[in-house]
């Protein structure tokens, strides 16, 4: 290994140089995530957009399905663009992505027991109290 | 041996695309976030953490609404302010989302100008970042007093299911809590970024270690979850 760095640093002195730079940038971070102002600034155009679209849906008043598609899509939508680009999730390496963004998904297992559990809780009190809507 | 740490951590940043990569980043005993720098990475686990609390909140709320046998109140009708004479549903609410997405359109700028060592539009824009969530908390202040004067109780409202009232001061309120220290945080590394801590790599003076800007994309990282949690709020509490 030390055999290997010294050869290395003896021919390309300039590849060792390069290492060195990216190495110190891993680890201070001295340059960081840099990404052109545009992209943010046309990031933050999309979550005024969809953010006024999901007004809309409660403004016009729609129903049943169609609105909660509608909430459903303009929320992941937003919290898409805000996690990949303004948290700069895109950029990071993939075993930081994974590990953070998987275990909220499996939430969704605790979403489903609950959503079983509310209805037998609901035909409970509708066959105990008789009021049901 | 200190050369030898150093060229096994050049070697390890090499891995192949995709799940593979994954997996030799987790394998045997060596640190996962291979280019990640252990404060963001805290901070992530972090955030990872509290979006489960958050889930919790918003799951026991969905449970509530959708066990009752008593209508749930209209978001839509509850939020509704008037203005002249019209009366407009939610519009609060859609107001409160517009201030928060701005701040977080200010705080990514300011991670970017503090990568730039600019350390005056850094420390501003972080500044307008907080005065945006100062307005958020303010107008959720105004919120919680209208809806209280309404006679809007933990254990009961005028307009049906009595867990409304518990969800939404349970939920708003932690999220207004979480606003709020992100006001402080802010603040506080703003006044960091305005004296040129990081610059001097100056020692802060509670854990003796020296600033790097990459605090600034730290607190943006918080920030941004604020933001991210009420995007999920918007939608399942005031809109669905």
Known sequence: MTNAAVQVEGQQPSLHIHLHEALASGVSHAKGQQHPITLYLVVWGWLFVLSTCSYLVDYFGLHGYLRWSLILLFMVLKAGLIVAVFMHMAWERLALAYAILLPPVLVLVFVAIMVFESDYTHLIRVISFGSPT | ?240
């Open chain 2, 1 to 240: 041996m200190a050369e030898t740490a150093l060229t096994d951590t050049v070697a390890s940043t090499t891995r192949p695309a995709g799940l593979r990569g994954i997996a030799a980043d987790w394998s045997s005993d060596q640190r996962a976030f291979k280019n990640v720098s252990w404060g963001k990475a805290m901070m992530w686990i972090f955030l990872l953490s509290d979006t489960f609390i958050f889930s919790c909140f918003l799951l026991s709320y969905m449970t509530a609404r959708m066990s009752t046998t008593v209508p749930w109140p209209n978001p839509s009708e509850v939020f509704a302010l008037t203005i002249g004479d019209k009366k407009i549903p939610l519009i609060l609410i859609a107001i409160m989302t517009f201030v928060l997405i701005s701040s977080s359109g200010t705080m990514a700028m300011a991670v970017n100008f503090g990568y730039r060592r600019d350390r005056a539009k850094t420390a501003a824009l972080m500044l307008a970042t907080a005065a945006f969530g100062a307005t958020f908390v303010g107008m959720q202040a105004f919120e919680w007093t209208k809806l209280i004067m309404e006679g809007v109780r933990p254990w009961g409202n005028p307009w049906g299911a009595a867990q409304f009232g518990s969800s939404f001061f349970m939920i708003t309120g932690f999220h207004g809590t979480h606003v709020t220290i992100g006001v402080i945080f802010l603040i506080a590394i703003a006044r960091k970024v305005w004296r040129g801590d990081f610059d001097v790599e100056r020692r802060g003076f509670f854990t003796s270690r020296k600033g790097y800007y990459e605090i600034v994309e730290i607190t943006g990282l918080y920030w941004h979850f604020v933001d991210l949690v009420w995007v999920f709020i918007f939608a399942f509490f005031y809109l669905w």
